[in-house]
């Protein structure tokens, strides 16, 4: 069979894109956006829900509106985009073609299969099982299936993904090691590996079971095994932002990592300890003993959370050096008070940073301590955290990269001026909120996938405080801008992919590289050359990084503290 | 802007110094992959499944 080995260098950028990985990459994202677009109506109904003041749907459709909302933002946007991340980091940050793109579209299509039947199921309306569908809970067999199918399709697609780190080595097309970029990559890819194969060893027996050929599944160990695979995914999404951070600091400043040995040993612990943490799902679940809980939430765990707190650092500053290269050497903060404050992808990625360590981290390891977790486990403290981390985090991070692509990848200009940066504001200053609040209303006990905590007409109820519901409100109310938000996202990336003004390219061409060579390597646009000279202060190249970190370490030692302090009433010793 | 850093760039079998264990691991994804697959099947999903095998059924 014939390989096809076409390239297109991007005019703009420098970047190189093998034909087929292009189209790949472009499909990706505009299935991860139509999911996202789902996911977003969803999220009306689900958030006028919630908020009580205005309690708009009725029970059975909210549940409904749950699950799917849950499945299509957290699985098939997040995934689908990732996949475009993998073949970007592979093929074109290592100017490779791509492996066996015939494989990589049956992984595509099943992907897209596995959604659409996932989504049919719970339409069905007797699917009602939120995304973690715990067993003894059953849901129509179409339900596993299709996200069975779907993760075939994920792994299939990240053995193209090796499959092209091994043509890249094989044909040489990059010297001595893989771009940071593409490492972080591989990071992911690793976990989404671990992720997936667990995801199958529990859901084709769920699905047999629902066919009625096994009788029983025990539910401790469903939700054991399914932790190892509903955690793990997040994990993979941790593995692509924090890459996507590097990228972006590289695109926006042109930035170099501060140390490419530190960020890639942060990766390595992710690789090692990350998918450990899965454990902390299951700490108030009886019959795992202390030793096994304890040692992988917060032994393993706390490797895993130094890691991103080395990225954490090290991206604002390698920023941050950059920025002192370019002049903007004076005192602590002139580098990010001259920072691109216009710019969406680097207000996109930073409101990323600051939004996953200081809401999603911190609340994470919180909530990560077997004995704190008693206090928040099951409230509204949970979804709180992971919009932290998944939505201001990686979404984020995510719609900032994607207003990077849409000139590269689609060559047209990102529509309606600098809405863009006023989407990556009202997005991530929305979301930020939307999280605090639901943390809060969750700290004082309001339950999480709860339909009615007024509980009217019920014969037993519980009065929560009254700033829970003032919590709930503002929640509400934030919530509402998030939308807002994403609506913006969607209405700008549709707009400018299928109706944007094109770019020309007058002196366009697709070059055909000879069998066994790959383009003739050119340094990639990005990234500055050479650094740390003569920049800094007191001794540091970074030193506003570093008081950055400081007050971080500060908010989550005392955060730490408090919790306990708190659980020391909710729970008293006399 | 394509030839200024091509002639100083070293391929890769002429390096001269001897790479790094540490950067040697980092750099075979394949080990990697088996290391991220091994540890977290052993500490996370063996252990766990073997602590709920052996808790004793109630009568
Ligand atoms: C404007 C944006 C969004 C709003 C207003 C929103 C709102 C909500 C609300 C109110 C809940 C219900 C919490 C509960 O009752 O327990 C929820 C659940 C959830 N959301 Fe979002 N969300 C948004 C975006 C996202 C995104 C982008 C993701 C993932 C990338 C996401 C993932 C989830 C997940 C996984 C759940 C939990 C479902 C479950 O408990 O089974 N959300 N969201
Ligand atoms: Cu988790």
Redesign the interface.
């Known amino acids: 069979m014939a390989v096809n080995r076409n390239f297109r260098t991007c005019p703009t950028t420098g970047l190189v894109f093998h034909e087929p990985a292009e189209k790949l990459m472009r499909w990706n994202a505009v299935v991860a956006v139509v999911a996202l677009l789902i996911g977003g109506v969803l999220a009306i109904g689900v958030l006028l829900t919630r908020w009580q003041a205005v309690h708009l749907l009725q029970a059975d459709l909210f549940y409904q509106f749950l699950t799917a909302h849950g499945l299509n933002m957290l699985v098939f946007w997040i995934i689908f985009f990732e996949m475009a991340i993998l073949y970007f980091a592979s093929s074109t940050l290592l100017r490779c073609r791509l492996a066996t793109p015939g494989m990589a579209w049956v992984g595509f299509w099943l992907m897209v299969v596995g959604a659409l039947l996932n989504n049919y199921a719970v339409l069905r309306g007797d699917s009602s099982v939120m995304f973690t569908s715990y067993a003894p809970m059953g849901a129509h067999p179409t339900f596993y299936a299709g996200l069975i199918l779907f993760a075939v399709g994920a792994l299939i697609a990240c053995f193209v993904f090796f499959g092209t780190l091994v043509i890249a080595k094989a044909e040489r097309t990059y010297h001595g090691s893989v771009p940071l970029v593409t490492f972080g990559a591989i990071t992911a890819a690793i976990i989404a590996v671990f992720t997936i194969a667990t995801g199958a060893i529990i859901l084709i027996p769920t699905l047999l079971w629902s066919l009625g050929l096994i009788e029983h599944i025990d539910s401790l160990m469903y939700r054991t095994i399914w932790w190892g695979f509903g955690h793990s995914s997040q994990q993979i999404n941790v593995a692509a932002h924090v890459s996507v951070w590097y990228a972006g600091a590289a695109v926006v400043f042109g930035a170099k990592p501060m140390s490419e040995k530190v960020s890639r040993t942060a990766f390595l612990l992710y690789i090692f300890f990350l998918q450990l943490a899965s454990a902390h799902h299951l700490l108030a679940d009886p019959g795992l003993t202390s030793n096994w809980k304890i040692f992988n939430t917060s032994y393993a765990m706390y490797l895993a959370v130094l890691a991103s707190m080395v990225h954490g650092l090290t991206v604002p500053g390698s920023i941050e050096v950059a920025q002192r290269q370019k002049g903007f050497n004076n005192g602590l903060f002139e580098w990010l008070r001259k920072a691109p404050w216009g710019n969406a992808p680097f207000v996109a990625v930073f409101i990323s940073i600051v939004g996953f360590g200081f809401l999603g981290g911190i609340s994470g390891v919180m909530m990560g301590t077997e004995q704190l977790n008693l206090i928040i486990h099951n409230t509204l403290y949970v979804p709180g955290h992971f919009h932290a981390t998944v939505v201001i985090g990686t979404t984020l991070a995510f719609m900032g990269l994607t207003y990077f692509l849409i000139p590269v990848l689609f060559r047209r200009k990102v529509a309606f001026g600098n809405m863009a940066t006023w989407q990556a504001y009202i997005f991530g200053i929305s979301m930020s909120g939307f999280s605090v609040f639901m943390m809060g209303a969750g700290t004082l006990g309001a339950p999480r996938r709860h339909w009615d905590i007024s509980f009217a007409g019920n014969p037993f109820g519980y009065e929560f405080p009254a700033t829970a519901w003032l919590m709930i409100a503002l929640m509400g109310i934030f919530g509402v801008g998030a939308l807002v938000g994403g609506a913006m996202y969607l209405a700008i990336t549709v707009y400018s992919v299928f109706l944007g003004e094109k770019i020309q390219t007058p002196d366009f061409a697709t070059v055909s590289a000879k069998r066994g060579m790959a383009p003739a390597p050119q340094p990639v646009a990005v990234g500055a050359t050479g650094h740390g000279a003569g920049v800094g202060a007191w001794g540091m190249v970074a030193p506003g990084t570093f008081v950055l970190a400081l007050v971080f370490l500060t908010s989550f030692v005392l955060y730490y503290f408090v919790n306990w302090k708190y659980l020391s009433t909710v729970w008293p010793l006399r | 802007?394509?030839n200024?850093?091509?002639s100083n760039?070293?391929?890769?079998d002429v390096l001269e110094e001897p790479v790094p264990a540490?950067?040697q691991?980092?750099?075979n994804?394949?080990l990697?992959?088996f290391?991220?697959?091994a540890?977290?099947?052993v500490?996370?999903?063996i252990?766990?499944?073997m602590?709920?095998v052996n808790?004793p059924i109630a009568k």
């Open positions: 802007m394509a200024t850093t091509e760039v070293p391929g890769d540490m950067q691991l980092l750099d994804p394949f990697l992959l290391i991220g697959i540890v977290p099947t500490l996370y999903t252990w766990g499944v602590e709920i808790l």
